[in-house]
């Protein structure tokens, strides 16, 4: 599944997100149909360049995180045939601020990183989580440092969630609610697998995850 912003002239789709799928391993893709996805607000896109405004789980569960007009959450539980909408408490108002990365653990329980990338080293209401599948969200109750552009899960004996921006890395590991500072080098998107993480930045950096029971 893909997504786009909405096409400035509303030719397609009528002031909705642009989403499209494919059910054969990508060598045809149709258009999810219009009529199905809430309308977006004015102004209201999603931030491509961590690689994660999108997310799956398992065979049906799909979600994106948009910003700009609005920081809110679309979610589908039917593979992209049916979505619904919901708010978030992440600081929104700025083209350049709202969530810029979304992660699922399982089917009820996710996070949701931001804040406004042309301020790397502001803490406004950047990190919320949600225990419903992505229905309702909450503000983490002690939040990160700065402005995070990407969010993953690391699984294994130490479970935690890891999250990267150009101003340093962080960690939690009670499910969102209060985070660490794990590093001042800054990334721009971060992915797991398993327990070992991958972290990418500017002038090709590239970042390997390697965690202890200090998180670092």
């Known amino acids: 599944i893909?997504?786009?912003?909405?096409?400035?002239?509303?030719?397609?789709?009528?002031?909705?997100?642009?989403?499209?799928?494919?059910?054969?391993?990508?060598?045809?893709?149709?258009?999810?149909?219009?009529?199905?996805?809430?309308?977006?607000?004015?102004?209201?896109?999603a931030f491509a360049a961590s690689g994660s405004c999108i997310?799956?789980?398992?065979?049906?569960?799909?979600?994106?995180?948009?910003?700009?007009g609005a920081a809110r959450?679309?979610?589908?539980?039917?593979?992209?045939?049916?979505?619904e909408v919901a708010p978030t408490?992440?600081?929104?108002?700025?083209?350049?601020?709202?969530?810029?990365?979304?992660?699922?653990?399982?089917?009820?329980?996710?996070?949701i990183v931001g804040g406004d990338y042309t301020k790397e080293a502001e803490a406004r209401n950047q990190v919320a989580t949600t225990i419903d599948g992505g229905q309702t969200w909450s503000l983490a109750k002690v939040l990160p440092k700065r402005f995070l552009s990407g969010v993953a899960y690391a699984t294994g004996k130490m479970p935690r969630?890891?999250?990267?921006?150009?101003?340093?890395?962080?960690?939690?590991?009670?499910?969102?609610?209060?985070?660490?500072?794990?590093?001042?080098?800054?990334?721009?998107?971060?992915?797991f697998a398993g327990a070992s993480g991958w972290a990418v930045g500017e002038r090709g950096r590239i970042g390997k995850y390697v965690g202890n029971a200090s998180g670092k």
């Open 55 to 68: 997310t799956v789980q398992g065979r049906k569960n799909v979600w994106i995180a948009t910003g700009g």
């Open 161 to 191: 969630i890891v999250a990267v921006g150009p101003a340093g890395t962080d960690f939690s590991t009670d499910n969102g609610a209060s985070w660490t500072s794990l590093s001042a080098t800054g990334f721009h998107a971060v992915s």
């Open 89 to 111: 408490p992440i600081a929104v108002g700025q083209p350049s601020s709202g969530i810029f990365s979304i992660a699922f653990k399982d089917g009820k329980n996710g996070v």
């Open 2 to 45: 893909a997504v786009s912003d909405p096409p400035a002239d509303n030719s397609l789709n009528a002031g909705r997100l642009l989403i499209i799928k494919t059910v054969d391993g990508g060598a045809t893709w149709e258009f999810v149909s219009p009529a199905s996805i809430p309308p977006a607000m004015p102004k209201e896109a």
């Open 73 to 83: 959450v679309f979610r589908s539980t039917d593979n992209g045939e049916s979505w």
